[in-house]
């Protein structure tokens, strides 16, 4: 059974920085392709940043690339999103997403990634 399970949301002032944590189990994230998901309150998912287990190449939607970066921790099967210089439009649920393989889909396709998190809420307070 493959579990992943997001924790570090929190309420930030606009400019501040969070760190949030994915730790899997039932799968290995060298042989995954790992994602960030966001929903803000009525707006549609969106793909944020992902992390090809393979190489650990790292791919970011526009809006948060040279401000978020991912990583992850292949000992500790852990995923991480560094979030730096937030701002009122990163509020969000975050979710952490995982599809087997070691290569990423194009893009950030919902139904390719196999298996979700609860997700954590980040809120921007500006």
């Known amino acids: 059974q493959v579990l992943v399970e997001e924790s570090g949301g929190d309420s930030v002032q606009a400019g501040g920085s969070l760190r949030l944590s994915c730790a899997a189990s039932?799968?290995?994230?060298?042989?995954?392709?790992m994602a960030w998901f966001r929903q803000a309150p009525g707006k549609a998912l969106e793909g944020v940043a992902k992390?090809?287990?393979?190489?650990?190449?790292?791919y970011y939607v526009d809006s948060v690339r040279g401000r978020f970066t991912i990583s992850q921790d292949n000992a500790k099967n852990t995923m991480y999103l560094e979030m730096n210089g937030l701002e009122a439009g990163d509020t969000a649920w975050y979710s952490c997403a995982a599809v087997s393989g070691g290569y990423c889909p194009v893009g950030f396709p919902r139904a390719q990634f196999t298996y979700w998190g609860h997700g954590t809420q980040v809120t921007v307070l500006s």
């Open positions: 992390i090809r287990g393979v190489d650990g190449a790292k």
């Open positions: 039932g799968i290995a994230m060298d042989d995954a392709c």
